[in-house]
């Protein structure tokens, strides 16, 4: 009996032991398969499958102008494989000619016969990653989900259309293109440049991971996403499209006309500081001219006539003359060995400073040379008053540093106040002759320049850029008073009077400077080149846009009211004009008006507008979201039948409440026009997939 139990014991340890053992065996073939990638215990290492996380790259946010119109955006491509592999026979023997015949439909470069040709080969090679078209848009992708064995998904139809390329487009080509500027990332480090590198912490968003296997010998997407990634915000700009277009619309044809090496034109905001409009053109190689290069940040060059203003300004503010002095313009004014002249040989004779200022004589040079020339370095300490001499310190990079002579210098000579009086051995961008211009139409304050106003992810706002004022006050008011005078009186009937116009009145100052011709230096008459510029602000009594024009080395003509000026004067028409601020209601004091058109939208907020304007509204004023339609006792809503994952009907709606709900659905919005939406690139009522693309007209 002993024996028997020791028997059954012995074996009952056995049984024991040799399932501890096989668990064991488990457990660590299992930790294999997980270090290794193998999916069969019994695979040596040299024959595992390899994994490993790739990124994914998120869409980047769009930069807006002022308006929410793109200016950039991000479209998505996709490259489409198939996985003939997991296609059961079955399935594949049905589908195999409505699918060939689908993509012979879509991609006619190969017809169905070749198609199936072509798959059966693949498919009889087993291959896992076939490859069926590269770079399609989501509206193909959606119609490939649709074909027959496609439509049965990645894992039962083999269709692989998880990698998403992502290329940056901008829909108004040249327009902006070097203020929007690019990132490029490099090995070492990574380029940034203009808006779009100023902000891309913000555009660039988070990264994704997924999962890619080793197929071929190249790594394809097969795993899931471990990481989802987080879109970049959208940054909104400070810039106008419709200001834009006639900026860059108008240098260009005076480039086109005089002839130049390069042009540029800012408008700002005078209260603001914000940037509504720069343009940057330069000649190309066949001689057209386009946007390669950002001179109105990144060029430094001598401001000529256009300095006179601050020479002024610092002579008023030291009481050193006052602008109803009487000086004598003789047109020749000599400094030790060097003279310059007027463009007027004869000279005006005995006149006043502010005529002086309006018919930009250079008499101006011998008044700055009278009474500075033994304490230069309180005439150089106003230029640093008025934030003349240091960067504007803007978001985007690339901005040259002013240079000014100052005594003790090398370039320093006994002549040198004088030649910086009248905007020589003084370099300045256009950007920063155009802030200081700025601060005198705007009563002395000094803004900075700013070419964004807010960050947004979705429809929140989560950065907001208020003004920023680099100097309350640059000078005292009644020197701000003089020079507005003097600024106004150069249109009225200086050098700038035939930029006059009818409907409103233009301020600012003429500039014409001879500039170095490359190697020739300033060159022999007739082979002289010069730069002319305009720089102001409108309207003259209450501003509104302070704008510069500068043109270099123009052919045609060489003086700035008639090659800068123009360009400005034409800005300003075309603003004034399509601004509301300028224009008088055409019902004003009439008392009665026709009910109006109104954009259909979200109820709750029509309905308390039209309240507000004593307009009647009928039908369902209770629901968020409405149509309307005129009628003649007043604006009846009806019911817009909002549902989850369909697109939504959007027309006739503005463009804010159309992104609300079309980014309700899952939709990244592309719009081009202003007023209301008239087509959407997506049918109402069509299955909304998240992260497609849908494309809004308005007018």
């Given at each position: ?71 950039v ?12 592999k ?26 169905a ?29 959606k ?7 496609f ?8 269709i692989?259309?998880?990698?998403e ?50 197929i ?76 390669s ?12 006539s ?39 040989k ?10 002086a200022f309006?018919k ?62 009248i905007g ?63 600024l ?38 007739g ?8 720089c ?11 704008c ?20 400005f ?46 307009i ?10 409405v149509r ?72």
């Open positions: 009996m002993d024996k028997n139990n020791k028997h059954i014991v012995l074996r009952t340890y056995l049984i024991y032991f040799g399932f501890v053992a096989i668990m064991l065996t488990v457990i660590v073939k299992s930790f294999m398969i997980y270090k290794d990638g193998r999916t069969n215990l019994f695979v040596s290492s040299s024959e595992k499958i390899e994994f490993k996380t790739a990124e994914i790259i998120p869409r980047r946010g769009e930069i807006l102008d002022a308006n929410l119109s793109p200016l955006t991000s479209v998505s491509f996709y490259d489409i494989y198939m996985d003939t997991v296609v059961k026979e079955d399935v594949w023997r049905e589908g195999i000619e409505g699918l060939t015949q689908g993509l012979a439909q879509i991609f006619p470069e190969r017809t016969r070749e198609w199936r040709e072509y798959l059966s080969r693949e498919r009889a090679r087993n291959n896992q990653y076939c490859r069926i078209q590269r770079r399609v848009t989501n509206d193909t992708r119609k490939l989900r649709a074909l027959p064995i439509k049965l998904g990645k894992y039962k139809g083999g692989i259309d998880q990698e390329i992502i290329i940056r487009q901008k829909p108004h080509e040249d327009l902006l293109k070097r203020t929007l500027g690019y990132v490029r990332y490099r090995e070492d480090d990574t380029l940034e440049v203009g808006i779009e590198g100023a902000f891309n912490e913000y555009l660039q968003g988070q990264n994704g991971e997924i999962i890619q296997q080793k071929s010998n190249s790594w394809k997407t097969t795993g899931p996403i471990t990481k989802e990634t987080q879109d970049g915000a959208d940054v909104v700009t400070t810039i106008d499209k419709d200001i834009q277009e006639v900026a860059h619309t108008e240098l260009l044809r005076q480039l086109q006309t005089k002839g130049g090496k390069y042009g540029c034109a800012i408008v700002m905001d005078v209260k603001t500081g914000f940037i509504k409009a720069m343009v940057n053109l330069e000649e190309n190689r066949d001689g057209g001219y386009s946007e290069y950002n001179h109105a940040i990144g060029t430094i060059e001598v401001p000529g256009t300095f006179k203003l601050a020479s002024l300004m610092a002579a008023l503010e030291d009481e050193k003359i006052k602008l109803t002095d009487t000086v004598n313009a003789v047109g020749r004014y000599q400094y030790y060995d060097r003279a310059l002249n007027d463009d007027n004869w000279g005006y004779g005995k006149i006043t400073i502010q005529r309006e930009s004589s250079n008499v101006i040079s011998k008044i700055i040379f009278d009474n500075y020339r033994n304490e230069p370095e309180q005439f150089i300490s106003r230029l640093d008053q008025f934030g003349l001499t240091q960067p504007l310190g803007i978001d985007i990079a690339g901005e040259k540093a002013p240079m000014i002579n100052r005594p003790g210098t090398p370039q320093w000579w006994g002549g040198s106040i004088a030649w910086m009086s020589y051995e003084v370099q300045q961008t256009p950007l920063q002759t155009l802030a200081f211009y700025n601060a005198v139409a705007n009563n002395g304050k000094f803004m900075k320049p700013q070419f964004v106003s807010e960050i947004r992810q979705g429809t929140e706002v989560i950065k907001h850029y208020e003004p920023v004022v680099l100097k309350e006050k640059i000078c005292s008011q009644p020197t701000i008073d003089a020079l507005q005078k003097c106004a009186g150069v249109v009225e009937h200086g050098t700038g009077r035939a930029l006059r116009k009818s409907f409103f009145k233009l301020a600012g100052k003429t500039g014409t400077a001879q500039i170095a011709n490359r190697n020739k230096g300033y060159g022999e008459i082979d002289q080149k010069y730069i002319a510029s305009f102001g602000y409108f309207p003259a009594e209450n501003p509104v846009y302070s510069i024009v500068v043109v270099s080395a123009p052919t045609n003509d060489i003086y700035g009211a008639s090659v800068s000026g123009t360009v004067a034409e800005i300003a028409d075309k603003v004034y004009s399509t601004s509301l601020q300028y224009q008088e209601a055409i019902n004003q004091g009439s008392g009665t008006f026709d009910t109006p058109i109104t954009k259909s939208g979200n109820g709750y907020e029509l309905k308390q507008v039209l309240d507000q304007l004593h009647r509204t009928n039908g369902s004023t209770s629901q968020e979201w309307t339609f005129q009628q003649t006792n007043g604006v009846e809503f009806r019911n817009a039948e909002i549902q989850k994952s369909l697109v939504p009907k959007v027309l006739g709606m503005g463009l804010k409440d159309a992104v609300i709900l079309l980014e309700q659905a899952g939709l990244k919005v592309r719009a081009k026009g202003v007023g209301r939406v008239v087509t959407q690139s997506l049918a109402p009522g069509s299955a909304a997939v998240v992260g497609g693309i849908i494309e809004l007209e308005l007018k």
